[in-house]
């Protein structure tokens, strides 16, 4: 095949940027230049200040684009980026569908067909299109047909697909130690090449045993599928945290010992407040509209009920809070963590977003802290006022209660060590390479001393509930110190 030398990616967002860099860095006699509509993104991924918080990221991007021969690009200039590139990827948001046909379930492939057209107008020699967004199963024939209709002749585009996998927090350990990269492509002779051009620069540093190509609609479907099947045991877990509230098991054993089983494994078993992030909710939703639209109600009912779990478990907690502080929720409550997991800044879908959104519909007076979410994006997040403390302690200062909602590390009053802890920490990492993030922060910021919790108690006020929508305190050690504590899935502590 021809090799790749010159790469654009449209879409300088979580997958686009963290993406490039690590292609650049493996493979320095690539040129890649990553664009984006957004021009303050773009300013932001050529400073200091990258527009998204990913462990390690910020040294690799550093290397490839400020190196004595730097080949990683963040440029305002789509026109030329993409008339120079031999290969592009498309990799720009695909949310949840607002309005029109599907709204509320189908994923919006506006921004995508906009960036199509624009490679269909500027191309003027031969491109490898490589679909890197998460779309329906077929979107490969929609954009080989805007291709057909734009009436280019002489130039041929080969649409490839290639989902991302990478979860935020560990997106460059994710993308440097891959458990698969999956390249769908049609059975052609142009099919074939442009898979194997796309593998090539794949295989810089992913062995090739771990690339794996599969038919083009397969390879769309597998992604869509993956994010069910991983949201979809998360629910199954939730659902059996209430089984163990009603009983007196305790649902981090449960999951320990389920988990021991090869063929269940450990990942994804963390019982919690509830899944968010940008992907899981739209994408579950993208596959019940597909197997609505394919007149399978059944199919769609099945994985529907994946999204209603996750929506009752977040009520059920929210529920529980206001049972246990009975009608004094006006007495203010302190949020620990905001964003949708650790270790990043994103809070898109975040379980906190509809739980403090609940609260203070109920009156309730809520203070939060996180380590990464900015002050701008939690008001922008939560109609009503809330108050964004700068500090755990200032949050707790005079609260009744203390909610947790994301598992911060500096949160847990738990040691390391032991068989269940440490299995409890491998299935909070979903990308199974336990150095994970780890090794790649360094003396990261995000590093932060652990919450002093004889401190927290010292400056609340009674009752003193700690709510734990993550588990990640050792609830007797609270209670030694006065708290109530309500974790998820184990009985009450007091
Ligand atoms: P994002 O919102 O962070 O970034 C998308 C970027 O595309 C934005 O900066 C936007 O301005 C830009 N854009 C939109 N239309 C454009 C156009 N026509 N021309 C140029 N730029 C345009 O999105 P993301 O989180 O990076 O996700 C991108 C895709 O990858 C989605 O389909 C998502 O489902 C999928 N995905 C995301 C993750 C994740 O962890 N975030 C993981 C795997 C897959
Ligand atoms: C997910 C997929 O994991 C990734 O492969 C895909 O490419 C994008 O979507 P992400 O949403 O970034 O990644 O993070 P993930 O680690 O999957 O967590 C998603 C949500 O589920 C978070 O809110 C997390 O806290 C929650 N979760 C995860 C649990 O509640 N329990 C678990 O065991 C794991």
């Given at each position: ?249 305790d649902i981090d054993e449960v999951s320990y010992a389920c988990g021991l ?5 450990p990942?994804?078993l963390k019982a ?142 738990k040691p390391l060590g032991g068989a269940l802890e440490n299995a409890q920490r491998s299935s909070d ?42 588990n990640v305190?050792d609830?007797g ?12 899935g184990k009985?009450?502590?007091?």
């Amino acid at each position: 095949p021809r090799k790749v030398k010159n790469i654009c990616c449209i879409g300088a967002g979580h997958v686009g940027g963290s993406t490039c860099a690590v292609i650049a860095s493996n493979n320095p006699d690539v040129v890649v230049t990553v664009v984006d509509l957004n021009v303050e993104r773009i300013k932001a991924w050529n400073s200091e200040e990258l527009p998204i918080y990913e462990p390690g990221l910020l040294k690799l991007v550093q290397q490839a684009r400020d190196g004595a021969r730097p080949n990683l690009f963040f440029s305002k200039n789509m026109g030329s980026a993409i008339f120079e590139a031999d290969l592009i990827f498309v990799c720009v948001n695909t949310p949840t569908k607002q309005t029109g046909l599907g709204a509320g379930q189908a994923l919006e492939l506006d921004y995508l067909q906009a960036a199509i057209k624009r490679i269909a107008e500027v191309a003027q020699n031969d491109k490898i299109i490589v679909e890197k967004s998460t779309v329906p199963c077929r979107t490969a024939e929609t954009i080989q047909g805007i291709f057909s209709a734009s009436g280019r002749r002489g130039v041929r585009f080969t649409v490839l697909s290639n989902p991302e996998f990478l979860a935020a927090g560990t997106a460059v350990a994710d993308l440097l130690h891959p458990d698969r990269v999956l390249i769908g492509r049609s059975k052609t002779p142009d099919g074939y090449a442009a898979a194997a051009a796309l593998a090539d620069v794949y295989a810089a540093w992913i062995p090739r045993d771990r690339i794996v190509t599969i038919n083009l609609f397969s390879s769309e479907l597998a992604k869509l599928s993956a994010n069910a099947l991983l949201a979809q045991r998360i629910s199954s877990i939730n659902s059996l945290s209430a089984i163990c509230e009603a009983t007196g098991a305790d649902i981090d054993e449960v999951s320990y010992a389920c988990g021991l089983d090869t063929r269940i494994g450990p990942s994804m078993l963390k019982a919690s407040v509830g899944f968010g992030g940008s992907c899981f909710r739209k994408d579950v939703l993208s596959l019940c509209y597909l197997a609505e639209s394919l007149d399978l109600p059944e199919v769609a009912a099945y994985w529907k009920g994946v999204i209603d779990m996750n929506e009752y478990q977040k009520d059920r907690f929210t529920t529980n809070i206001v049972s246990c502080l009975g009608h004094s929720l006006a007495k203010k409550l302190a949020v620990l963590g905001f964003t949708y997991k650790k270790d990043t800044n994103d809070t898109r879908e975040s379980a906190a977003i509809s739980i403090v959104s609940n609260l203070t519909a109920k009156g309730a007076s809520v203070s939060i802290y996180d380590p990464r979410a900015k002050m701008d994006q939690v008001w922008r997040d939560i109609d009503t006022y809330v108050s964004v403390s700068g500090s755990a302690y200032e949050a707790c200062m005079d609260a009744q209660a203390v909610i947790i909602l994301t598992e911060w590390d500096e949160f847990s009053n738990k040691p390391l060590g032991g068989a269940l802890e440490n299995a409890q920490r491998s299935s909070d990492n979903s990308s199974g390479h336990p150095s994970g993030a780890s090794d790649l922060t360094g003396g990261d910021a995000s590093k932060k001393s652990k919450l002093d919790w004889a401190f927290v108690a010292k400056i609340m006020c009674p009752p003193k509930y700690v709510f734990d929508g993550r588990n990640v305190v050792d609830a007797g050690k609270l209670t030694e110190l006065g708290f109530h504590v309500e974790c998820i899935g184990k009985p009450s502590m007091s």
